[in-house]
């Protein structure tokens, strides 16, 4: 079983719709959860950053933890096409090295 | 544009062979990460320096060894080399201590192609 579970879709909305994006992870260390956007013939980029559980707010994106439940979200409201991109969630326990352990990613298409 | 550079882009060479990835970091960070993306295992973090030491290891093949020179460049060598070694390899770059931990800066990385 991988330490971070995460569905790898595709997943196809139309424009202005709510999406959500889940990981579970089987690590109860990890207490730094992020999600990396990844567009098409580029590398990752930090997208939504959060500490141990809770809900953060960034414009049209939601991250929520839940430590006890083990799962992250990440929503997108008022999807737009150019959210089309790989989300990956990915994890970390902190401390020395602060290694990075990421899901599978979920490929998001929005259709205009 | 992140900041992080990567050379070759695109790299093809035969089974066997031995071949040499290179990445600079942004301007004034001091870790360099490999990660290795493939359809079937995702991204898997390889290795870590640190201000030109090894700070952490991950899934990374004996086969493989990287560095980080004083300039703060790091490359991957990959030797004896495998079809299924054929993949995207990214160069991440991060300062600890600023920004939030697992902050990192990936470069736009080499794709790997054996035959």
């Known amino acids: 079983q991988k330490e971070v579970e995460q569905d790898p879709g595709p997943l196809s909305v139309p424009e202005g719709a709510i999406v959500s994006l889940n990981c579970t992870y089987s690590?109860?260390?990890?207490?730094?959860f992020m999600w990396y956007r990844q567009y098409s013939r580029k590398g990752p980029e930090l997208l939504m950053y959060?500490?141990?559980?809770g809900n953060k707010e960034d414009g049209r994106f939601t991250a929520q933890v839940d430590k006890s439940s083990k799962y992250i979200s990440l929503f997108i409201r008022d999807s737009q096409p150019s959210d089309s991109a790989t989300y990956l969630c990915?994890?970390?326990?902190?401390?020395?090295?602060?290694?990075?352990?990421f899901g599978a990613g979920t490929i998001l298409r929005v259709k205009s | 544009d992140s900041g992080v550079t990567q050379t070759p882009k695109h790299l093809i060479t035969a089974t066997g062979q031995r071949v040499t990835l290179r990445c600079s970091p942004r301007?004034?960070?001091?870790?360099v990460y490999w990660y290795q993306q493939s359809l079937d295992q995702g991204l898997q973090f390889l290795i870590q320096y640190y201000n030109g030491e090894e700070r952490a290891k991950g899934n990374i093949l004996e086969r493989f060894s990287a560095q980080q020179f004083p300039d703060l460049h790091s490359e991957l060598n990959l030797s004896s080399l495998e079809l299924g070694d054929s993949a995207l390899y990214f160069c991440?770059?991060?300062?600890?201590?600023?920004?939030?931990?697992?902050?990192?800066?990936f470069g736009p990385g080499t794709r790997l192609t054996v035959t």
């Open positions: 959060t500490y141990s559980s």
């Open positions: 690590n109860s260390a990890f207490q730094y």
């Open positions: 991440a770059s991060s300062n600890p201590g600023q920004g939030p931990p697992g902050e990192q800066y």
């Open positions: 301007s004034g960070d001091l870790s």
């Open positions: 990915a994890m970390s326990a902190g401390g020395y090295g602060n290694k990075l352990v």
